[in-house]
């Protein structure tokens, strides 16, 4: 937390609406979150307005953008003020290059100027919130970042001449095969969905959405892009696809009679009010119990004078604790998309819809996760699906260090982020060195021991989240080393005995060669 004369900074720097600042007294909460709930509440009802009454079968695609843009920038005005011009800003300079620039420099030049301009807030955030969580334009500026960026490539890889088998399976899902219009590029940049706090979705599946084929798509469980229904993007070029009048998809590789829509339309009016009841029990947490432990106290005096057991209980209930102020905004994004009908990913195995194509976040599997890489896998899946669309698929060398690079910068300078970077890399290798050398042999074992060995991985891995993440919240460099010191750097020195000494006495039993695929994205990244 920040000390008393920072607060002055937060009010000159915080623009946004102040008409209900009696709710945020009456509630002992900051303005900026007040607004923010509000702002995702209004989200929530016009995603249902949208749905129903501006549906792709009433409106024109046109007047679905036009809604959609303004409803968005009208939440943003609500929440941050004048700011809202530095959004618009970003966005307009990164249209203009799409329309200037050659597509062979269009997706680097995006990338080096977003990421600059969104560098300068985040320096300028640091300077006036002095480490205060604040709810600022710099959120929706690293959404925006990421859509400019990924529709630029997008470009590239539909109007630079590669050719289908040049691209890898994400690339060809998203590919684009024509700069989109005006309306259509400010419509996806500043749209009301993911305004605040995402999801962030690719322009592809949000033009399906505008135009109504998302449901037609994902019924037909289509992963590839030569089955797409818009001729705009996910098309190859060499095959043709068409929607015919009464709603069938025609082409070849298609299957034939798509039902038709909307009277096939499933309702996500239960799974978006679902999403919606989870926010605000994590809303509830975050206001309610996380004030009772603070993170400012890991700086003061009297936290060291505690046993180790309570320092480490103390950080393990902040971190998991702060989690939830993630669950919030992330949870309401998603419930926001799928009550406008984004986010549709078809039919399980059990015939249920399923509406998670768009989940920021899965927090049972956060939670509830054996390992660190698992955990890791369910945080924050939009920007891992960015970064591995951005660097880890076009990268040819030092694939993971380019994509912690990316997303160091886009996260912003605090220290303690790097930190919990740096740290979280190296507490992943160690587990997978645990991983590769015990689990054989526990599996080996029977299920009574592996039983016993997922209970403890399961503990080890809370404890060493907490270990590493305190960092990304307390944001100080020498605070965060103080603590770590205070333990002797004893987790640390542990993982460097896990990764020199383990192999040795233990060693893994040898891999099974198999044939050479695209390596997934390590999903390491905060």
């Known amino acids: 937390m920040a000390s008393e004369d920072a607060v002055p900074h937060w009010?000159?720097?915080?623009?946004?609406?102040?008409?209900?600042?009696?709710?945020?007294?009456?509630?002992?909460?900051?303005?900026?979150?007040?607004?923010?709930?509000?702002?995702?509440?209004?989200?929530?009802?016009?995603?249902?307005?949208?749905?129903?009454?501006?549906?792709?079968?009433?409106?024109?695609?046109?007047?679905?953008?036009?809604?959609?843009?303004?409803?968005?920038?009208?939440?943003?005005?609500?929440?941050?003020?004048?700011?809202?011009?530095?959004?618009?800003?970003?966005?307009?300079?990164?249209?203009?290059?799409?329309?200037?620039?050659?597509?062979?420099?269009?997706?680097h030049v995006t990338l080096a100027a977003s990421l600059t301009f969104l560098s300068a807030m985040h320096?300028?955030?640091?300077?006036?919130?002095?480490?205060?969580?604040?709810?600022?334009?710099?959120?929706?500026?690293?959404?925006?970042?990421?859509?400019?960026t990924s529709l630029a490539y997008s470009l590239h890889d539909g109007l630079s001449g590669l050719k289908d088998h040049d691209l890898?399976?994400?690339?060809?899902?998203?590919?684009?095969?024509?700069?989109?219009?005006?309306?259509?590029?400010?419509?996806?940049m500043l749209n009301f969905h993911s305004i605040l706090a995402g999801p962030f979705f690719m322009f592809a599946d949000y033009q399906d959405f505008i135009e109504g084929t998302n449901y037609a798509k994902r019924a037909m469980n289509v992963a590839s892009a030569k089955s797409s229904l818009d001729s705009n993007r996910n098309k190859s070029v060499e095959e043709e696809v068409v929607v015919g009048k009464d709603g069938h998809v025609e082409g070849a590789g298609v299957a034939p009679h798509c039902p038709s829509m909307p009277e096939n339309e499933p309702d996500p009016t239960r799974v978006s009010l679902y999403k919606a009841g989870l926010a605000a029990g994590s809303a509830f947490v975050t206001v309610v119990v996380l004030p009772r432990?603070?993170?400012?106290?890991?700086?003061e005096p009297a936290f060291f004078q505690h046993s180790y057991f309570y320092k480490m209980f103390f950080l393990l209930a902040v971190t998991?604790?702060?989690?939830?102020?993630?669950?919030t905004a992330w949870?309401?994004?998603d419930s926001i998309c799928n009550m406008s009908g984004i986010g549709y990913n078809g039919k399980g195995p059990d015939g249920a819809h399923r509406w998670d194509m768009m989940s920021n976040v899965d927090v049972v599997g956060v939670e509830s996760a054996l390992s660190l890489r698992d955990t890791l896998e369910a945080w924050n899946s939009g920007t891992m699906k960015w970064l591995r669309f951005m660097v880890y698929e076009r990268a040819t060398v030092q694939k993971t260090l380019f994509t912690y690079m990316l997303s160091s910068m886009w996260h912003g300078f605090y220290p303690g982020y790097y930190i919990t970077f740096v740290s979280g890399a190296y507490f992943t290798i160690a587990a997978r060195y645990v991983r590769r050398?015990?689990?054989?042999?526990?599996?080996?074992?029977?299920?009574?021991?592996?039983?016993?060995?997922?209970?403890?991985?399961?503990?080890?891995?809370r404890l060493c989240l907490a270990f590493f993440t305190f960092p990304f919240i307390l944001l100080r460099f020498w605070g965060s080393i103080a603590v770590y010191r205070d333990f002797y750097f004893l987790p640390h020195i542990l993982g460097v005995l896990v990764i020199v000494i383990l192999p040795k006495v233990l060693p893994p039993p040898a891999r099974r060669k198999e044939p050479a695929t695209d390596a997934p994205l390590e999903k390491k990244a905060q």
């Not at 399976?169 to 989109?180: A, D, G, I, N």
């Not at 998991?320 to 669950?327: N, P």
């Open 331 to 333: 949870l309401l994004g």
């Open 123 to 148: 320096i300028q955030r640091q300077f006036y919130e002095d480490g205060m969580f604040v709810i600022d334009v710099t959120g929706p500026l690293m959404i925006m970042v990421q859509k400019a």
């Open 437 to 461: 050398s015990v689990r054989p042999r526990v599996m080996a074992a029977g299920p009574r021991a592996k039983i016993a060995y997922d209970v403890l991985t399961c503990v080890i891995t």
């Open 11 to 107: 009010e000159e720097f915080y623009l946004g609406s102040r008409r209900f600042q009696f709710v945020a007294d009456g509630l002992g909460m900051p303005i900026d979150q007040v607004n923010f709930i509000l702002g995702q509440v209004a989200g929530l009802v016009l995603a249902w307005v949208m749905r129903v009454y501006i549906h792709p079968s009433r409106v024109s695609t046109t007047t679905r953008h036009w809604g959609s843009f303004l409803a968005g920038l009208g939440i943003s005005y609500f929440c941050f003020g004048r700011q809202v011009l530095l959004a618009v800003a970003l966005v307009l300079g990164c249209y203009l290059l799409m329309l200037l620039l050659p597509v062979t420099l269009l997706h």
């Open 293 to 299: 432990f603070p993170i400012s106290y890991v700086t």
């Open 320 to 327: 998991s604790l702060t989690r939830h102020v993630y669950y």
């Open 168 to 188: 890898t399976p994400l690339q060809r899902e998203m590919v684009l095969r024509k700069k989109p219009s005006a309306i259509e590029y400010f419509s996806y």
